[in-house]
């Protein structure tokens, strides 16, 4: 190493300036002595109340050790330099690892008194070599006195969740507020009409039932369902039970709902309903080969408001030909591949050809009866029937109707009779006479009182709670 110093620019800091001697000449950067100082080459002399000497090499002279360039205040590479130790060794308060250090970073290495990533170094401990007041493993380091801002530790690694949350907790019910329903109907509707809808009392217990038999009756179906309405005595209401029932479905319902005439003696059950063609069950059989879509069999059909679709009997007094048992079943083969329901009103009959297709058929039966005793006298005939020709399963599948049923009329004991089809029969429903149905016009049910209406609701309900049982009988 030399002595010379070479400074590229004049430089008027203190730490230049040497020590006088005693003959007051100043010692000169480049180790000369003034006149009256001391030889060059001098070893320094340290003075007792000033610092101890950083880690000076004995073998470089000089107030400032230069090695392998020049060097001063700032640090440089390739050597040792000033008072900040470099490369290599262990050094002063500060350790730093295979790089420079000083105030301020160069290249080739982290430095500063804040570490950086790249290189150990700083007031903190790291991997790589022992130093400082304080030794940690690498992994962490510890605070000594006041230090720079401090770098925020990596988030723990967390396990992952067992399991995972469904959508459950993210359905309607559970994230909106539940509403009571406006009442529709009684004097709480029209406490909520005269306060402008701010009065919400909810729902009366009759509207609850209304809504609990709505629901009953949108049952899912799979498949077609077919239902044979008997009766051995005529005149007490099959047709039109046939019509208001079909009425109440198809307007309840989404999916198709038709209702055949199988009367052999022109039945009147297209008189129910808005007459929209004069074809009959015979036309559709006729030109059955050539009806492949809904379109096709919707113009054999007529429909009233409520969506019910009929297909007429023959009215034709001169055809002598009477539905046997294989137009029967041709005609149901054809439909059940475009309606859901199927209701057959039948004659009144049960030894009629066309009867044992729609008892091999059917998914249920309802026996209608009046409030009459001659009446629930034919009805009960009509069980026994079924239950001696092989028909007992679907007697215990089928639903009793003991229709049109004047309050406080008569002596019949109704109670005792609905006992008596109970015991017998799956259920047992009660119609209330109603001026509209005793018409004997075309059906409407906006035009029924609420008490039948309601009871239509129970019936089709009773009827649509088979619905679920019916996969496992498909034939």
Same mark, same amino acid.
């Given at each position: 190493?030399?002595?010379?110093?070479?400074e $590229?620019?004049?430089?008027?800091?203190?730490?230049?300036? =040497?020590?006088?001697?005693?003959?007051?000449?100043?010692?000169?950067?480049?180790?000369?002595?003034?006149?009256?100082?001391?030889?060059?080459?001098?070893?320094?002399?340290?003075?007792?109340?000033?610092?101890?000497?950083?880690?000076?090499? &004995? /073998?470089?002279?000089?107030?400032?050790?230069?090695?392998?360039?020049?060097?001063?205040?700032?640090?440089?590479?390739?050597?040792?330099?000033?008072?900040?130790?470099?490369?290599?060794?262990?050094s002063? $308060?500060? #350790?730093?690892?295979?790089?420079?250090?000083?105030?301020?970073?160069? /290249?080739?290495?982290?430095?500063?008194?804040?570490? @950086?990533?790249?290189?150990?170094?700083?007031?903190?401990?790291?991997?790589?070599?022992?130093?400082? $007041?304080?030794?940690?493993?690498?992994?962490?380091?510890?605070?000594?006195g006041? =230090?720079?801002?401090?770098?925020?530790?990596?988030?723990?690694?967390?396990?992952?969740?067992?399991?995972?949350?469904?959508?459950?907790?993210? =359905?309607?019910?559970?994230?909106?507020?539940?509403?009571?329903?406006?009442? #529709?109907?009684?004097?709480?509707?029209?406490?909520?009409?005269?306060?402008?809808?701010?009065?919400?009392?909810?729902?009366?217990p009759?509207?609850?039932?209304?809504?609990?038999?709505?629901?009953?009756?949108?049952?899912p179906?799979?498949? %077609?369902?077919?239902?044979?309405?008997?009766s051995?005595?005529?005149?007490v209401?099959?047709?039109?039970?046939?019509?208001?029932?079909?009425?109440?479905?198809?307007?309840?319902?989404?999916?198709?709902?038709?209702?055949?005439?199988?009367?052999?003696?022109?039945?009147?059950?297209?008189? +129910?309903?808005?007459?929209?063609?004069?074809?009959?069950?015979?036309?559709?059989?006729?030109?059955?080969?050539?009806?492949?879509?809904?379109?096709?069999?919707?113009?054999?059909?007529?429909?009233?408001?409520?969506?019910?679709?009929?297909?007429? =009997?023959?009215?034709? &007094?001169?055809?002598?030909?009477?539905?046997?048992?294989?137009?029967?079943?041709?005609?149901?083969?054809?439909?059940?591949?475009?309606?859901?329901?199927?209701?057959?009103?039948?004659?009144?009959?049960l030894?009629?050809?066309?009867?044992?297709?729609? *008892?091999? *058929?059917?998914?249920?039966?309802?026996?209608?009866?009046?409030?009459?005793?001659?009446?629930?006298?034919?009805?009960?005939?009509?069980v026994?029937?079924?239950?001696?020709?092989?028909?007992?399963?679907?007697?215990?599948? /089928?639903v009793?109707?003991?229709?049109?049923?004047?309050?406080?009329?008569? +002596?019949?004991?109704?109670?005792?009779? !609905?006992?008596?089809?109970?015991?017998? %029969?799956?259920?047992? %429903?009660? @119609?209330?006479?109603?001026?509209?149905?005793?018409?004997g016009?075309?059906?409407?049910?906006?035009?029924?009182?609420?008490?039948?209406?309601?009871?239509?609701l129970?019936?089709?309900?009773?009827? !649509?709670?088979?619905?679920?049982?019916?996969?496992?009988?498909?034939?």
């Amino acid at each position: 190493m030399t002595g010379r110093y070479e400074e $590229p620019e004049p430089r008027h800091d203190a730490t230049w300036q =040497s020590t006088v001697g005693a003959g007051g000449n100043a010692q000169q950067p480049n180790g000369t002595a003034g006149p009256g100082g001391h030889a060059s080459h001098a070893e320094q002399q340290a003075d007792p109340a000033a610092p101890a000497p950083l880690y000076v090499d &004995p /073998s470089v002279s000089g107030p400032y050790q230069l090695g392998g360039g020049p060097s001063g205040p700032y640090q440089v590479g390739g050597g040792t330099s000033g008072p900040y130790q470099v490369s290599g060794g262990s050094s002063g $308060p500060y #350790q730093v690892g295979g790089g420079y250090s000083g105030p301020h970073q160069v /290249s080739g290495g982290p430095s500063g008194p804040h570490s @950086v990533g790249g290189g150990p170094s700083g007031p903190y401990q790291v991997a790589g070599g022992a130093s400082g $007041p304080h030794r940690v493993d690498g992994s962490q380091y510890v605070e000594s006195g006041p =230090s720079g801002p401090q770098q925020a530790q990596p988030y723990p690694h967390q396990a992952p969740q067992q399991g995972r949350q469904g959508n459950q907790e993210l =359905s309607s019910a559970q994230l909106l507020r539940q509403q009571k329903r406006p009442p #529709q109907s009684g004097w709480r509707r029209a406490v909520y009409v005269a306060t402008g809808h701010l009065v919400n009392l909810g729902e009366s217990p009759a509207d609850l039932r209304r809504r609990d038999l709505i629901a009953r009756i949108n049952q899912p179906l799979r498949g %077609c369902y077919r239902i044979a309405m008997l009766s051995l005595k005529g005149g007490v209401g099959k047709t039109t039970t046939t019509a208001s029932l079909g009425a109440t479905f198809a307007s309840l319902r989404g999916d198709r709902v038709i209702a055949v005439d199988a009367n052999p003696d022109r039945g009147t059950l297209a008189q +129910k309903i808005p007459l929209e063609t004069t074809a009959t069950v015979r036309h559709l059989l006729r030109d059955a080969k050539r009806i492949t879509r809904y379109s096709d069999v919707r113009a054999y059909t007529s429909q009233g408001p409520s969506r019910l679709e009929v297909l007429a =009997s023959e009215q034709d &007094p001169a055809v002598s030909e009477a539905f046997s048992e294989d137009d029967y079943r041709r005609t149901v083969a054809l439909l059940e591949h475009f309606y859901n329901i199927v209701l057959t009103d039948c004659g009144t009959g049960l030894m009629h050809s066309a009867m044992k297709g729609v *008892l091999d *058929l059917a998914d249920s039966l309802i026996i209608v009866s009046s409030g009459s005793v001659d009446g629930a006298r034919s009805a009960s005939a009509t069980v026994d029937w079924l239950d001696a020709h092989g028909y007992r399963d679907l007697v215990s599948r /089928s639903v009793a109707v003991i229709n049109s049923v004047r309050p406080r009329s008569g +002596k019949v004991n109704l109670d005792r009779l !609905a006992e008596h089809f109970a015991a017998r %029969c799956r259920a047992v %429903c009660r @119609v209330p006479f109603d001026p509209h149905l005793e018409e004997g016009a075309e059906i409407e049910l906006d035009r029924l009182a609420p008490a039948t209406r309601l009871a239509l609701l129970e019936l089709a309900a009773t009827v !649509a709670d088979d619905f679920p049982n019916d996969t496992g009988r498909r034939r």
